[in-house]
């Protein structure tokens, strides 16, 4: 699978923005899907996850009521959402796939199986 995530941008605080992610190759329906993030100087961390048929989701504390994820089988796609933009959310936002993580499970996977490049989010305050 290769992952290709766009939509990131410069908003000012309290805006939306939609990242989404193309993929490419069969198995991208059969996998766990997920965003992540990097903060200037700061780790890698865990953001929402959606399983294969988008029956589950899961999301990190402080964007769950902000964010959403989901996902198009079809058009081999994942989505994500961002209401309410805070300066703190400012990171590269990154995709990753899973064939054999949860929704839940996701956030402390490591390695993943598959990871796209990153589309950075600026969020002025």
């Known amino acids: 699978v290769q992952l290709q995530a766009f939509g990131g941008g410069l908003v000012q605080a309290g805006g939306s923005l939609r990242l989404s992610c193309a993929a490419s190759?069969?198995?991208?329906?059969?996998?766990?899907m997920g965003w992540f993030r990097q903060a200037p100087g700061k780790e890698r961390e865990f953001v929402a996850a959606?399983?294969?048929?988008?029956?589950?989701?899961n999301y990190k504390d402080s964007v769950k009521d902000r964010f959403s994820i989901s996902r198009d089988n079809a058009k081999n796609a994942l989505h994500l959402q961002m209401n309410s933009l805070k300066p703190e959310d400012t990171a590269v936002y990154y995709c990753?796939?899973?064939?054999?993580?949860?929704?839940?499970?996701?956030?402390?996977?490591?390695?993943?199986?598959?990871w796209g490049q990153g589309t950075l989010v600026t969020v002025s305050s």
């Open positions: 190759g069969a198995i991208f329906s059969s996998c766990t």
């Open positions: 959606i399983t294969s048929h988008g029956g589950f989701t």
């Open positions: 990753a796939a899973d064939r054999f993580a949860t929704a839940h499970t996701m956030a402390n996977t490591t390695p993943l199986d598959y």
